[in-house]
Nanobody, 124 residues
Framework: QVQLVESGGGLVQAGESLRLSCVAS????????LGWYRQAPGKEREMVAR???????DYAESVKGRFTMSRDGNTATTYLDMANLKPEDTAVYYC??????????????????WGQGTQVTVSS
């Protein structure tokens, strides 16, 4: 099974930048989508950025122009560069993999894997 480990969260002031990393392990058979999501206290988890089928990332309206998602070649490792951070960006950030590992290649459905989450706190 694919496993994801995130890092890079922390406490920053408004206007500063952070880079989150999501390192994937396991032998990948197929990648359907890779994404970054976040969940603030008392709110539902929401999509921040997502790549499907080797297309350019889609971004939530609230982060367009400030956040950039990138992928390391054909791996499932991704990065989220966050600039001009705002207090409303405070949340736990999770990376996500949708696809199959080599051991899962005969599965009828794709697997969905989440990282453990990393806290981002932006002070005003």
């Amino acid at each position: 099974q694919v496993q994801l480990v995130e890092s890079g969260g922390g406490l920053v002031q408004a206007g500063e930048s952070l880079r989150l990393s999501c390192v994937a392990s396991g032998t990948i058979y197929i990648v359907n989508a890779l994404g970054w999501y976040r969940q603030a206290p008392g709110k539902e988890r929401e999509m921040v950025a997502r790549i499907t089928q080797n297309r350019s990332p889609d971004y939530a309206e609230s982060v367009k122009g400030r956040f950039t998602m990138s992928r390391d070649g054909n791996t499932a490792t991704t990065y989220l560069d966050m600039a001009n951070l705002k207090p409303e960006d405070t949340a736990v950030y999770y990376c996500n993999f949708e696809g199959k590992s080599w051991a899962q290649r005969y599965w009828d459905r794709a697997d969905r894997v989440w990282g453990q989450g990393t806290q981002v706190t932006v002070s005003s």
